[in-house]
DNA sequence: GTAGGGTTAG
């Protein structure tokens, strides 16, 4: 069994040698700590498989507490969350939900984090009016308090749908309640109003966040700046950029990739160029999105053979293009009537395994027919 | 002592 979990994350993990890593590091220790007597507690395990969970390693996870009750170790609530959450991640909500049945059954009573993770799988599964219903049913029914976290997640399944004033309104309902808002909750809303178009609005939302006294993050930043650029005020995420830094929040992998992106669809593809030179020599590695906006960018200049030697780099450096990456590829073939080249691009996508999507066919058509 | 929410690419 372990062998097969092995097996089964190496392949996900690189195409190419195989590499020691942190998560086969972990999975050692796993082993090691299965066959230690007297058995570790329960809480030793789940410190363990957290951060497998955090790399997104969600089936490993799931198999490993599997082992874990084989072996006779009781998995307690904080297990069950963590089960839930894998759960809800790899889109299997019902089995979430299955374990919040087993919790009843084992007379333990779920607690505020299984309810709020349950909200988060809804919102996560884009069944955001039900994710509202259950918030509101465990009011009603005096189920659980709800705590930052759960407002949090409310209020970004709010934002996801584009129901920012009703995020808005939560918002002021938590600032005038004992559980004041915290810079998580101010993200989601400043980051649904920069995706309406509502920058200004962001902004001022911004400021009022720091005159209650909440410190802005990376996050703050990122989606500000993301919203200054989407809308053409690039002087104005330049300023934010500087501000970060005087603040001593530097930007990371997310901030690069924004500005990477936002330079390219300005054209200026040297810029973006610029801005990678400057991520890595600050220690932050460019990732699948990074190249795959720059590989964007060159093929909206048309540039193909500058964009297939940024996807060489990638996979150098054993990152997976993905299907948006190569839709880009294909997208920047149609566009120069190079339909042949588009056509096997496209045929080596389906023998990668990966599945085209509407954009992808999209992109073929309009070269197909234009 | 251990769990749950947020930013990026076609």
Redesign the pocket.
Known sequence: MMMGTRLHLRYHFSSRAPKVTKLDDALQLFDEMLHRKPLP????F??LI?PM??MKHYSTALSLFKQITMAGIRA????M??SI?CYCRLNHLNYGFSILATIFKLGHPP???????LI?GLV?ADRVFEAVELFKKLRRHKLCEP???????V??GLCKVGHTSKALELLSFIESGSCKP????Y??II?GLC?DGMVDDALRLFTKMIENGVHA????Y??LI?GLCKFGRESEAARMLIEMEEKGIPP????Y??LV?AFC?QGSVKDAEFAVQAMVRRGLHP????Y??LI?GYCLRGELDEAHKVLDLMVEKDLKP????Y??LI?GYCKKKKINDAINLFREIRSKGLV??G??YN?MLQGLFE
């Open positions: 507690s329960i809480i030793e789940n410190k957290t969970v955090k307690n609530i904080y297990t969350n963590i959450n607690n505020v984090a299984t309810y709020a993770t988060n996560l705590d930052q976290v759960m407002y949090g997640t209020i970004n915290g810079v998580e909750q993200n989601a980051d995706k993050s990376v996050i703050t990122s989606s993301n990371d992998l997310h901030t990739t924004i992106d669809k990732d699948v999105v990074t795959s906006a964007d993905n299907i948006i990456t839709s880009s997208n085209p999507n954009v992808t992109s």
